[in-house]
């Protein structure tokens, strides 16, 4: 049963809006999963399988509660950043996970600050519900931390684009309705000017998708091709050749999803987080000098948190993420690198190798070896992607210099040919 949007808007007061939440909750959340979380994250997983969440989601996303800062028209609930800090720490406990990560903290931003209100109609509401799950497709295989010499083009035709060329590491693009795409529609000029920023439909004629397996066994990642597809006009955001711009949003918000702890985004790519380490090593029993890393990363995560929580603010009271957004990326890819590691070595042998006769060893697929892989192993493969998904360490650090620090851009001998003129 779908629930109605909550009766809550920026007049309520903090007590009106404690009282209606709570009461959303024991009407529409199932009684095992509010029984399940006090136990915290790991406890809810047990009881709530992942499919039966995506059934449900659908209410979760009607109350208003997935987009609480939002227009109402748009999904939301349109209340102020403190006022949605109310809301929120009722249904905390929960972990009331938002689907469609890569819609909201992706393609909704640039919406928001380029699109058209008919543009906004029509794809948030939805991009809400996780009826349409979106994916992006920036990079390519010749243009990956120098995201601007992206080689796709788009030519117009009348009311259409035609889109032809390769996107490469799309995540979830194979399970993806519609994805966010940057082309060159003008080749005449320097590399940053000539780009367009569309939204694109992956149910379109002259659209394949590849799926490419990562070392941890699962697939997350896409090579897609695109070969003359037709995209409406009105599926183009922004003004022509304007698609770097547009494209700021979108990459500010993709930073802050993958800043960790405190970013409101994905919490972590790759393994657990510190408490499920520190419960796991109380469980155990571990020495000092086990102690002493799991305190400094325990440390860390803390930092990363409050660093985090700064941009969080930011964003509610009306503004962008911005070059600081990199702050988080740059620390989250480093100390989720050490702490799946640590988990790895903490967990020992038992990590990395199996004895005869396990479930991995009767079957010859590799998708069966990822299901019985160890946990921790799997965290620790994954997270050697962090440094390089969401923008590159090395990219994020210059963001960091030159943005954050007022440091001067390196040089680009190249910066004001024309795109066609560049070496490649």
Known sequence: MNSERLPIDSSSSDDEIRAAVADWVAEHVPQSWRDAAPGGRRAIREVRPRKDYEAWYPTFAASGLAVTTWPVEYGGLDLPPAKARVAEAVIAPLNLGRLNPLGLHNTAPAL??????????????????????????????????????????????GDEWILTGQKVWS??????????????????????????????????????VRPLRHIGGEIDFNEVWLEEVRVPDF????????????????????????AGAGSGGV????????????????QDGIGPVERDRLMRLYSEEKIRAWTNDRVRATIKAGGTPGPAASIGKVQQSQINQALQLAAADLAGMGSVAWMPGDPSEEQDSIEAWAAHMPYASK???RSRANTIEGGTTE???????????GLPREPDPYHALAWQDVPR
């Open 235 to 258: 599926y183009r955001v922004g003004t022509a050749g304007d698609g770097w711009r547009v494209a700021g949003a979108t990459l500010a918000g993709e930073r802050q999803m993958v």
């Open 112 to 157: 928001f600050a380029h699109g058209t209100e008919e543009q906004r109609l029509r794809f948030l509401p939805p991009m809400v519900a996780n009826q349409e799950r979106w994916c992006q497709m920036f990079s390519e295989p010749g243009a990956g931390s120098d995201l601007a010499s992206l080689a796709m083009r788009a030519e117009r035709d």
């Open 379 to 381: 965290g620790m493969l």
């Open 395 to 405: 990219v994020n650090k210059n963001v960091i210099g030159e943005k954050v620090l």
């Open 171 to 208: 995540t979830w693009a194979h399970e993806s309705e519609f994805a966010i795409c940057l082309a060159r529609t003008d080749p005449t000029v320097p590399k940053r000017r000539g780009i367009t920023y569309f939204l694109v439909d992956l149910s379109s004629p002259g659209v394949e």
């Open 267 to 282: 919490d972590r790519i790759g393994g657990g987080g510190i408490d499920s380490l520190l419960n796991q090593a109380q």
